[in-house]
């Protein structure tokens, strides 16, 4: 396969039949810069870049393809090569709802607020260099709400993933790629 470094256009010798498709992710071009920022502030970036989502730091607002006119199929394995991301089975009952501590990010940020996506990146963006903890946490929820934009997180940050963002190790290795395959299919 030869590619054009002009047009990140992959494409095959001698194809004279091309579609040309835009493929933009839904996430503001800033989002990442502004992630990237609070978390070098409060001092967790490299934390951060251990996680599941550590590949999408560096990533580039388009990918480009040129699959000719022939039938396409993306289905897990494939998003699995391209994302990256844990494609393992989900637990059961993952979304039951489960109690959160009064130390965690939801009570102490949002205790008395409707948790919003809205509000969340706006708490976020104002957290200061002691809460490198937070920032992770919140971070985590953001990518999962806005980066990937599920119809699940659209507006409001779904009740269990708040007791998940808490538990670091739990998060991290979270079946990422399924759920987020998942929601994305049935959308």
């Known amino acids: 396969m030869l590619v054009d470094p002009h047009r990140k256009l992959g494409w095959y010798p001698n194809h004279k039949d091309w579609i040309h498709e835009r493929v933009n992710s839904q996430?503001?071009?800033f989002f990442l810069r502004d992630?990237?920022?609070?978390?070098?502030?409060?001092?967790?970036?490299?934390?951060?870049?251990?996680?599941?989502?550590?590949?999408?730091?560096?990533?580039?607002?388009?990918?480009?393809?040129?699959?000719?006119?022939?039938?396409?199929?993306?289905g897990r394995e494939d998003f699995c090569l391209c994302s990256g991301l844990?494609?393992?089975?989900?637990?059961?009952?993952?979304?039951?709802?489960?109690e959160v501590g009064r130390e965690s990010i939801l009570s102490r940020y949002f205790e008395d607020k409707r948790s919003t996506v809205e509000l969340l990146e706006a708490t976020f963006k104002e957290l200061k260099v002691t809460d490198g903890d937070n920032a992770l946490k919140m971070a985590?929820?953001?990518?999962?709400?806005?980066f990937f934009r599920t119809d699940e997180g659209r507006t409001s940050v779904p009740a269990w993933l708040?007791?998940?963002?808490?538990?670091?190790?739990?998060?991290?290795?979270?079946?990422w790629g399924t759920y987020i395959f998942d929601v994305t299919l049935l959308a």
């Open 27 to 29: 996430n503001k071009k």
């Open 35 to 74: 992630l990237k920022s609070v978390l070098t502030r409060c001092g967790v970036l490299d934390r951060f870049r251990k996680g599941p989502f550590c590949e999408y730091l560096d990533l580039a607002d388009e990918i480009w393809f040129g699959l000719g006119k022939d039938q396409a199929s993306f």
């Open 86 to 98: 844990n494609m393992s089975t989900l637990l059961e009952g993952f979304r039951e709802k489960k």
């Open 140 to 146: 985590y929820l953001l990518m999962v709400t806005q």
């Open 162 to 175: 708040w007791p998940l963002a808490e538990d670091e190790k739990a998060f991290t290795s979270f079946s």
